[in-house]
C-alpha cells in the first residue's frame, strides 16, 4: 500500500515505518501535539496517481528521543486508531 511497514498494539495499527521515518496515527483528539512540534504528514505517489497523505504524522525527535513521552504518545496514537475502527 505505501510501501513501508505497519505497527501494531493489541490488533490495532497505530504507527507506519516509511523511508526510515516513524509516523503515529492521528485524529482530530491528538494532531495538535505534531502539529504544535512542526510535525509533517505522511504522503506518498503511486502510479501516477495524485500524491495521498494519510492519517499518520511523523514522530517528533524529542517524543523518539524520551522513553516515558513516547508511551505516552503511542497510547494516543493506539486510541486513535481505536477511534476510527468504530466509524
Do not use: C, Q
Amino acid at each position: 500500500m505505501f510501501g513501508g511497514y505497519g505497527i501494531y498494539k493489541d490488533g490495532f495499527i497505530f504507527a507506519l515505518i516509511a523511508d526510515d521515518e516513524l509516523y503515529f496515527k492521528v485524529d482530530e483528539l491528538n494532531i495538535a501535539g505534531f502539529e504544535k512540534a512542526g510535525s509533517e504528514p505522511f504522503t506518498y505517489e503511486r502510479g501516477g496517481h495524485p500524491r495521498t497523505e494519510m492519517p499518520y504524522w511523523k514522530v517528533p525527535a524529542d517524543v523518539m528521543e524520551d522513553r516515558e513521552l513516547i508511551v505516552v504518545w503511542v497510547d494516543k496514537s493506539v486510541a486513535a486508531s481505536r477511534r476510527s475502527k468504530k466509524r
